[in-house]
Every structure is written in C-alpha cells, then in structure tokens.
C-alpha cells in the first residue's frame, strides 16, 4: 500500500537525497509514472536530425538525454532490488558519460531507446506500489552518497526525471 503524499514526505524525503530539490513536497508518483508520456509528447515530430543534434562540443543530443534516462532507470532499478532483495548490500556507482559513450555501440534509433525507458519504468513502478512500505524502509549503501533506503529512490527518480525535462526542454528547437 502507498503512503499517502503527507506520510509520504515523513517517511522519505530527506534534503540528503539526491535530486530531492527538484521534487520539493511533490509525490514523486505522478511524476515517474508520466515521464514516457511527457517526453513522448515533447520529441514528437521530431526529425532524426533534431534528435541527433549536439547543442554544443561535449554536450548530450537529445536522443542521448533519453538514453540517459534508460541507463539511469536500469541502474536505479538494480539498487532498488539490492536493497530489498539483499542485507545491507554495497551498491555501485557508474559513470555516465562511459555509459553515454559505450551505449553508441547499440546503434539503438530513439523509437528504440524510448520503448527500453518505458519498459524499465513500468516495471520500477510495479516494484514501487507492490512493496510494503516498511521494506521501502531497507538500506544499501553507495560508496559515494552512504546509506540509501529503497524508498529513496522514488524521489531520485522522480527529481532526475524533473531536471532532465529542463535539459530536454532547453534543447527543443522552436516550434
């Protein structure tokens, strides 16, 4: 069962966890289950060309911010069941822009990579609402951040999704 979004705030939200200012007092529920959707809408009609485009010498292209996304969700995921499926597990850090240059080897069209995004949230949502609220309380630890409780990860996930919104926003070419 969910806690409700005013037992959810007491229970989760701690200004330690990463991300945590992006999702503010929000449930984080709304935002992660409508994350495909909002960026389905926001790259629609998109060309290639526009999803490929790089803003700048080093910066991501739009279709790279959603594999981003992907890597993310697949990682965040991984810790999650770590942490409830494990006693007090060593969760691993990863770097992302290995993971943004390695990914260019799966040639993966943005049809491609939106579709593995959708997938990996849907089933984190389904791992999310079918926990009890007290193994959302369960702990691993990051060898950079510390402790992470399972439920953590709801407002990571959420907060990520908000920032990369902006980023995705900021690189949509006028319309």
Known sequence: MLPSP?????????????????????????????SVARITEMCEGLTEEQLEAYPAPGKWSLHQVIAHLADCELVFQYRVRMILFEDMPKLEAFDQDNWANGWSREKETFAQTLERFRVLRESSIRLFENTPVHDLKRTGTHPERGLQEAGDFLIIMAGHDLNHFRQIQALLPPR
Not at 29 to 34: A, C, E, M
């Open 6 to 34: 005013n037992k959810w705030r007491k229970l989760f939200v701690r200004s330690e966890i990463p991300y945590s200012q992006f999702i503010g007092d929000n449930d984080p529920y709304p935002v992660i289950r409508s």
